[in-house]
C-alpha cells in the first residue's frame, strides 16, 4: 500500500498528488476555511442541477414561464433540481460572503493575486446570477431585467445605445432573454477557469491562518486532515440544504415572480434577489442616476483597495478597535439589506444614505486604524 502511494508521488499524478493529497495546511486553521470548499461544491451543485434544467428549459417569451411550470410538475424530480438550483445560488452566496469576510478578517488579501482572481470571481457570478434570474420569466424576473440594465443608459453618450444592444429590440423581451439564456449557460465555464487560476495562486501563496503566522513551522498534509475536516462540512451543508429544499425552497424566492411577466403591470415593489440588495440600497442612496451606478459598482471593486493594505499581523485578534469595527461594518451590510428590500420612503432613504457612508467609509478606517495601531508599535 504505502509503496503504491509512493509511486502516486513520483509518477505523472504527483502534480495532481502535491494539489490536494501532499499539500502542506496550517495545522491549526479553523472552520472559517471549510468555505472554500464549500463554495467547490456548491458550484458543482449548481453546474449540475443547471445543466438538468436546459434540457426542459425553452428560451422564449411565449413559452418560458409554461416551461419552468412543466419543469416542477412533469418532470420526473424536476421539482427537486429546480428547488436545489435556486437555493443552491442563495447558499452559494452565502458561502462568498462568510469566505471574504474571513479574508477581510485574517489578511487574505495580502496574497494579491488570490484576493484579485476572487474579486473577478464575484463579479462574474453576480452576473451569472442576475441572467438566471431573468430566465424564469416572472414579474420580478423582466421588470428587475428592465430596471438594472437601464442603469446602463447613464453612461454619458453611449449609454442608451449599449441598452439597445443588450435588449436586442426597444425593450427587454425575446432576444434579450435568449442572450442571456446563453450567457448565464456559457460563463460558469468561465467562472471555473477562474476559479482554477484562483486556486493555483492560492497553492504558490499557501494558506494563512487564524494567528496569522508565516512561514512552514507547523504544517501538516491536507489528507487526511483537511479532507476529512472538509466532508464533515459537506455532510453538515447538504443536510441543512436538503432540509430548505423538503420544508422551505421558496423562503428566499419572491412572491411576484410567480406571475408571468407582463410589460402593462409594474409591481409595486421592484427589487433584486436578497445577496444584491446591499448594493442595490447603495444605488438608490444616490440621488444622481449616473452616481447610483457607479457607487453600485465601487460596493464591490471597493475590495481592491485592501491588496494596499500593509501590516505586521494578520489577524484582526491583534487590532481590538478595528475588530469591533469590522463587526460593525457585517451588521451595517446586513441592515443594507434590510433597506435594499424596502421602498425609498421615509425613514428608509435617509438610513439608507447614512449606512452607504459607513460602508465606504469602513475601507478608509480599515487601512487607516491598521497602519496606526502598527506605528505605535514602533
Not at 102 to 124: A, D, E, H, N, Q
Request: net charge neutral.
Amino acid at each position: 500500500m504505502y509503496n503504491n502511494y509512493k509511486s502516486v508521488r513520483k509518477s505523472n499524478l504527483a502534480q495532481i498528488n502535491n494539489f490536494i493529497v501532499d499539500l502542506g495546511s496550517p495545522s491549526n486553521i479553523s472552520y472559517f476555511w471549510n468555505f472554500g470548499s464549500l463554495l467547490g461544491l456548491s458550484m458543482l451543485i449548481q453546474f449540475m442541477t443547471g445543466l438538468f434544467l436546459t434540457f426542459h428549459y425553452s428560451a422564449n417569451v411565449s413559452v418560458a414561464f409554461d416551461s419552468v411550470i412543466h419543469i416542477m410538475r412533469d418532470v420526473n424530480s424536476g421539482w427537486l433540481i429546480r428547488y436545489a438550483h435556486i437555493n443552491g445560488a442563495s447558499f452559494f452566496f452565502i458561502f462568498i460572503y462568510v469566505h471574504i469576510g474571513r479574508g477581510i478578517f485574517y489578511f487574505s488579501f495580502k496574497k494579491t493575486m488570490v484576493w484579485f482572481s476572487g474579486i473577478f470571481i464575484l463579479l462574474f457570478l453576480m452576473m451569472v446570477a442576475f441572467m438566471g434570474y431573468i430566465l424564469p420569466w416572472g414579474q420580478m424576473s423582466f421588470w428587475g431585467a428592465t430596471v438594472i440594465t437601464n442603469l446602463i443608459s447613464s453612461i454619458p453618450s453611449l449609454g442608451e445605445t449599449i441598452v439597445f444592444w443588450i435588449w436586442g429590440g426597444f425593450s427587454v423581451g425575446n432576444a434579450t432573454l435568449n442572450r442571456f439564456f446563453s450567457f448565464h449557460f456559457i460563463f460558469p465555464f468561465l467562472v471555473m477557469f477562474l476559479i482554477f487560476i484562483h486556486l493555483i495562486y492560492l497553492h504558490v501563496y499557501g494558506s494563512n491562518n487564524p494567528l496569522g503566522l508565516v512561514g512552514s513551522y507547523d504544517k501538516v498534509f491536507f489528507y487526511p486532515y483537511y479532507v476529512i475536516k472538509d466532508l464533515f462540512g459537506f455532510i453538515f451543508f447538504m443536510i441543512m440544504f436538503l432540509f430548505l429544499i423538503c420544508f422551505f425552497p421558496l423562503i428566499l424566492v419572491d412572491s411576484d415572480n410567480f406571475i408571468m411577466a407582463n410589460s402593462l403591470v409594474t409591481p409595486l415593489h421592484i427589487q433584486p434577489e436578497w445577496y444584491y440588495l446591499f448594493s442595490y440600497a447603495i444605488l438608490r442612496s444616490i440621488p444622481n442616476k449616473l452616481g447610483g451606478v457607479v457607487a453600485l459598482f465601487l460596493s464591490i471593486l471597493i475590495l481592491l483597495v485592501f491588496m494596499f493594505c500593509k501590516s505586521k499581523f494578520n489577524s484582526l485578534t491583534y487590532y481590538p478597535i478595528m475588530e469591533v469595527i469590522f463587526w460593525l461594518f457585517v451588521a451595517v451590510v446586513m441592515l443594507l439589506m434590510w433597506i435594499g428590500a424596502n421602498q425609498v420612503e421615509h425613514p428608509f432613504y435617509i438610513l439608507g444614505q447614512m449606512l452607504a457612508f459607513f460602508f465606504f467609509f469602513f475601507f478608509y478606517i480599515y487601512i487607516y486604524l491598521v497602519n496606526f495601531w502598527d506605528s505605535l508599535l514602533d
